[in-house]
T-cell receptor, first 118, second 114 residues
Framework: SAVISQKPSRDICQRGTSLTIQCQVD?????MFWYRQQPGQSLTLIAT?????????ESGFVIDKFPISRPNLTFSTLTVSNMSPEDSSIYLC???????????????FGPGTRLTVT | AQKITQTQPGMFVQEKEAVTLDCTYD???????LFWYKQPSSGEMIFLIY??????QNATEGRYSLNFQKARKSANLVISASQLGDSAMYFC???????????FGSGTRLSIRP
């Protein structure tokens, strides 16, 4: 399985500010995904980030609010902009391994970033 | 339309008993994959098991098995000999066709009683 780290692990931020979350993978991966998990809810996909191209956003999520960078095959950032209390969630990075074996179909998640907006 | 349905918001099971967590899905794509994840209170998402739509046999991983009934579009997770450490949220998820993204059901909170 891929080893995924996220920074920060948690943060408390004031409304109106922005936070950038980093995701680092120990191996090169083609696809990286950003999910949001609001309190007591399931996971919702924000966007898919491919290296060298613009991220693809899901319905209800826009680039101005959640800009994403993908400078290389092992790293991505998600920024939560102009935060409000409704943005309080766990944000999770996820990757699909690129190894050519049976585990290609699996998908792994980082430890998450717990964001509280006051 | 809801593509992944988990009808059990919460379950209580006695330790050492087997437990079945229900999941039904909806897709018109003949090629898809089904996943189960465990999320303990720490928040991490732990991959448990995967079943491909063309796999001939039900997937198994240790104490976890996936009861895949294609005609009924169900993919129930079976945990044998439950342990206290199995207490967590469990999410069923699906990937359709060539799409790489996976979508999640609403989850089932499993509590194991000693």
């Amino acid at each position: 399985s891929a080893v995924i780290s996220q920074k920060p692990s948690r943060d408390i931020c004031q409304r109106g500010t922005s936070l950038t979350i980093q995701c680092q993978v120990d191996s090169q991966v083609t696809m990286m995904f950003w999910y949001r998990q609001q309190p007591g809810q399931s996971l919702t996909l924000i966007a898919t980030a491919n290296q060298g191209s613009e991220a693809t956003y899901e319905s209800g999520f826009v680039i101005d609010k959640f800009p994403i960078s993908r400078p290389n095959l092992t790293f991505s950032t998600l920024t939560v902009s102009n935060m409000s209390p409704e943005d309080s969630s766990i944000y999770l990075c996820s990757v699909q391994p690129s190894t050519p074996d049976r585990r290609l179909h699996e998908q792994y998640f980082g430890p998450g970033t717990r964001l509280t907006v006051t | 339309a809801q593509k992944i349905t988990q009808t059990q918001p919460g379950m209580f099971v006695q330790e050492k008993e087997a437990v079945t967590l229900d999941c039904t899905y909806d897709t018109s794509d003949p090629s898809y994959g089904l996943f189960w994840y465990k999320q303990p209170s720490s928040g991490e998402m732990i991959f448990l098991i995967y079943q491909g739509s063309y796999d001939q046999q039900n997937a198994t991983e240790g104490r976890y098995s996936l009861n895949f009934q294609k005609a009924r579009k169900s993919a129930n997770l079976v945990i044998s000999a439950s342990q206290l450490g199995d207490s967590a949220m469990y999410f069923c998820a699906m990937r359709e066709g060539r799409a790489s993204k996976i979508i999640f059901g609403s989850g089932t909170r499993l509590s194991i009683r000693p």
